[in-house]
């Protein structure tokens, strides 16, 4: 994609998506959105975009890490009920629940009882989030392993970006296969009509994040009315003539 046309794609996306949320805020609508996928995909520099057009006030953006010893001694789903929005609140997960699908399958963190009874414990809970009439957006970014590792390569010879390497990132590369299974089951099992994965190819990641604006802003914006309102006749008839 030209510079100039991505440039010109994102401002427009940004724009139409703040609108979605005012029109969420004024009609006391929730949104979700989940994002996985590869390390070194794109989820945080899309996220960024996202957050950036958006208002704060409304808006939580969640970065899912492993649990604590508290949270562990509870219901392995309690920290994601507590982070679910408020009416007019859009949530973002930068990972998510389906870390118990995922990165506790393969590392070896839940056993094979846990995480195959999780796939039906998230269809319920996502069910009883649509049922609510959360709107809920579920997005995998999807790269290769050459991607992955060019773009690792290039936070090492970037200083500013370097925070964002991990070891944790070098034994998972070493895990790939068994992460492409885990993720391929996660997107069989769990994409029910009412809360569907969307795969991105995000090899580019501008491309990648024009996608995922459209995705959101599709979903968010169905059956809203997203024009702005008009002020009442006081207030125009005071600063027209103020």
Known sequence: MDRAD???????????????????????????????GWDAAGKGSTIRRIAWCLDPRS??????SAPTQA???????????TRIPSRGDIS??????????LVERVEGFASEAEWRRAYREINEFEWSLAEEGYRIVKIFLDISPETQLHRLKSRLEAPTKRWKLTEEDIRNRSRWDAYKVAYNEMIETC???HAP???IDA???????????DQIIARFSQGLDIEPPDVSPMIRTYLKNA
């Not at 010109?8 to 029109?23: F, G, H, I, W």
């Not at 808006?59 to 899912?64: E, P």
């Not at 090899?203 to 604006?213: D, G, H, L, P, T």
């Open 197 to 199: 994965w969307h795969v």
């Open 191 to 193: 994409s029910p009509k």
């Open 92 to 101: 973002i997960f930068d990972r998510s629940w389906y870390g118990r699908v």
């Open 59 to 64: 808006l939580h953006v969640w970065s899912i």
């Open 71 to 81: 949270e562990i001694n509870g219901h392995w789903l309690k920290r994601f009920w």
């Open 203 to 213: 090899n580019s990641k501008q491309e990648a994040r024009i996608a995922c604006f």
């Open 6 to 36: 991505y440039k010109r794609d994102l401002k427009d996306r940004q724009e139409r998506l703040n609108l979605v949320q005012q029109a969420m805020l004024r009609q006391n609508e929730r949104g979700i959105v989940v994002f996985e």
